[in-house]
């Protein structure tokens, strides 16, 4: 630091003690009372956070503008999506020059046809400093278009309707709802939605209702009486079902079905729940395709069932035998062809199977590390599939492939402007040893010129929790970090599902540690092998990514150079205990139920938070948003808090709470690159790069 910086004192929060006990063991949060939102104190003292995190970045301001100006310089401000066909119509979205916000489209019949604006979002959100608006929902006379607005970022929205033939408004308006996730029925005046408790945000009901009539009118149709299910709701591609989804993360899974036709029928069950029994479905013509992992299939294999026997296991037909080293992630079905989505050595492939002829083949992408997926597709009868690709130096890129003739068309990459050239940077595929011997696959790119001599700084990524695979994906705004010499790697540790679904269970409950110890089992391949050295080495990682950074801040402190932790989840004891908090009952599963103790004395064993010590610590930069609803606010701010009471190092220990935003940060596309510029700031400082 600078002399200036040395003089500038941090915040310091008071010590008020809260004192838990449970199991004989007792804990003791000095920083409790910081979760009081409404207390001017706490506003006080996160102000103040946010004022000196400003102080100690001052000499990196001009930098910090120069990074936002240059992330949006590569960005073609005046862009659309590649338009899907959905019934008489193709849909897309747009923005404008200098639209912060999409502007939802259609057009009637073909892609030449005059544009008719559905929603102008950039008008919605005016004099709201948040705002995100869902893509509308369809009525099946395609007339009527619903849609979930968000003000606050708490992820509660209400549920509104727009007449697309006179451009009006419906006085209709269902509050805390779950966004995107409505289902017309056939009749174009019956939707269905989902309620949310306003206080846990946990979906727990789904409600038939009518437009046109009072809220009050609205019929409840399912409610989950377990609170450690998840809620989803759809209307299924064949159209002929609304379905109805209990997910227990990774445990157990039920289906409650609604013939669309029929929206004042009672749902009924494809398959009553039963504890380790996950199942996911897609109809087709009279029978159900059904992705499964019943009797022991842990990868999942394929089934089918006719629909009028869906309920007995007898019937269920195999069509595709359980793989142990291929993962079956997805199914999408056609009137002539069933698409697969499966994950073998860590990549994803896309299997083509011919309905009536069962001959199959798989797509080819002739990249070392990549991401590819079926995108969009709501015509039932057609022979075109419409994919995703991106790689880590290859943009976004859409493709329509014909799956009889096996010719794919490039419909749209995602154009980066200033002269981007993919031929400049190069990616690789490594594997680094685990501690038990298992190989972690490492994603990473670079610009080419990169000195592998441990000079070079390199940023690590990873996520590592709830079966969520990080796969490598192109970013315009990352080009900032490799044009300054950067290395950019994802480690692909356990708790995801890039190895297959035993790689997630060996990330969860009383494996978690697996996926502390194989991030800084990775660092060390890094460091060993020359791509980089502590001296220069980062790490990244938000949400459940971010307790990822705050156990390997304890664990090894030494490795880095500086983390980058956001929206951490570092309090995991304290949350799990609290039923109040939203997601805490829905998460046991992933982390455990501390009010058993094998599970209680494991989490305290490993939560950020609980292991705090007088110790050296990196360069820290922790981000959080006041109203953030996945995890609250003040986990990070009692964390900065005990750390700086703590540490017994002079290295840099910055929070930055956004005081207006949620778990996703900014909503407008360009403030968001605000805040990645803040974190890029962060990492160029601590190297002594200002440029």
């Known amino acids: 630091m600078s002399k200036h910086q040395n003089t500038i004192q941090p915040p310091k929060a008071p010590k008020i003690s809260h004192r838990f006990e449970l199991h004989k063991d007792v804990r003791t949060d000095d920083y409790y009372w910081l979760r009081e939102r409404e207390n001017p104190e706490v506003i006080n003292y996160l102000n103040a956070e946010n004022t000196y995190t400003e102080a100690i970045l001052a000499p990196v301001k001009e930098l910090r503008e120069k990074l936002f100006v240059e992330m949006k310089s590569r960005i073609k401000e005046q862009d659309e999506s590649v338009p899907y066909k959905a019934g008489n119509y193709y849909y897309y979205y747009r923005y404008e020059q200098g ?3 999409p502007i939802y489209c259609r057009k009637y019949g073909a892609l030449d046809a005059a544009e008719e604006i559905m929603l102008n979002v950039n008008e919605l959100a005016e004099g709201h400093s948040y705002y995100n608006a869902t893509f509308p929902e369809m009525a099946d006379n395609e007339e009527i278009a619903a849609f979930g607005e968000d003000t606050v970022s708490r992820r509660l929205y209400t549920l509104k309707f727009k007449n697309l033939k006179t451009g009006a408004f419906y006085p209709d308006a269902i509050p805390d709802t779950e966004g995107g996730n ?8 019956t939707i269905f939605y989902i309620r949310k408790h306003t206080d846990t945000l946990l979906g727990f009901q789904v409600w038939r209702h009518r437009l046109g009539t009072d809220v009050s ?11 450690q299910f998840y809620l989803g709701l759809y209307r ?12 227990q993360n990774g445990v157990s899974t039920e ?5 669309a036709d029929e929206p004042a029928s009672q749902c009924v069950s494809f398959l009553p729940r039963s504890r380790g029994h996950e199942y996911y479905i897609e109809h087709f013509e009279s029978a159900f395709y059904v992705r499964t992992n019943l009797g022991g299939a842990t990868n999942f294999k394929l089934m089918s069932v006719a629909e009028t026997d869906h309920s007995d296991l007898i019937q269920w037909r195999e069509l595709i035998a359980h793989r142990s080293d291929v993962y079956l992630e997805g199914i999408e079905a056609f009137k002539h062809h069933l698409v697969l989505q499966e994950r073998g050595e860590g990549l994803l492939k896309i299997r083509i199977i011919d309905q009536k002829t069962h001959a199959e083949h798989y797509l080819n992408f002739g990249e070392p590390a990549y991401t590819a997926s079926p995108g969009n597709n709501p015509d039932f009868n057609t022979t075109i599939l419409r994919y995703g690709y991106t790689s880590l130096t290859t943009p976004a890129s859409t493709f329509d492939y014909d799956m009889d003739s096996r010719e794919r068309v490039l419909l749209k990459q995602q154009e980066v402007l200033g002269g981007f050239d993919k031929e400049e940077y190069q990616t690789e595929r490594l594997f680094a040893p685990a501690r038990d011997g298992v190989l972690i696959p490492i994603s990473i790119v670079y610009k080419k010129g990169f000195q592998k001599d441990g000079s070079a700084p390199l940023l690590q990524y990873s996520y590592g929790s709830y079966g969520y695979s990080m796969d490598p994906t192109f970013s315009g705004v990352r080009l900032s970090l490799l044009d300054r010499g950067f290395a950019f790697a994802i480690t692909h540790i356990r708790g995801g599902h890039e190895m297959g679904r035993l790689w997630y269970e060996n990330g969860k409950m009383l494996h978690k540690k697996n996926t502390f110890t194989d991030f800084i089992d990775c660092s060390q391949y890094l460091i060993q092998t020359k791509w980089t050295s502590p001296e220069s ?6 949400s459940a990514g971010g307790l990822l950074m705050g156990a390997v801040a304890n664990m090894a402190p030494q490795l880095y150079k500086g983390i980058v932790a956001q929206v951490p989840f570092v309090d995991v004891v304290t949350t799990m205990l609290d039923e109040s908090i939203p997601l805490t ?16 004395d494991y989490m305290k064993s490993y939560s950020p938070y609980d292991n705090v010590v007088a110790q050296g610590y990196p360069n820290m930069l922790i981000t959080t948003g006041l109203h953030d609803s996945q995890v609250q606010y003040w986990e990070p701010a009692k964390w900065i808090a005990k750390l700086r009471e703590f540490k017994t190092d002079d290295h840099q220990l910055l929070l930055h709470c956004d005081m207006e935003a949620g778990h996703g940060g900014a909503s407008g596309r360009f403030k968001r690159l605000k805040d990645i510029a803040l974190e890029y700031a962060f990492m160029l400082n601590l190297l002594g790069t200002r440029e």
């Open 99 to 101: 639209g912060e916000y």
């Open 182 to 189: 409505y289902a017309w029925t056939a009749d174009n005046q």
């Open 217 to 227: 009118e609205d019929v409840l149709t399912y409610e989950e009486s377990d609170d």
């Open 236 to 247: 299924m591609k064949s159209k002929k079902f609304i379905a109805i989804v209990s997910d």
């Open 255 to 259: 289906y409650q079905l609604i013939k």
């Open 537 to 542: 080495l980062f790490a990244m990682g938000g």
């Open 585 to 600: 009952t829905g998460e046991y599963e992933e982390w455990g139920n501390p009010n058993e103790k094998i599970y209680y």
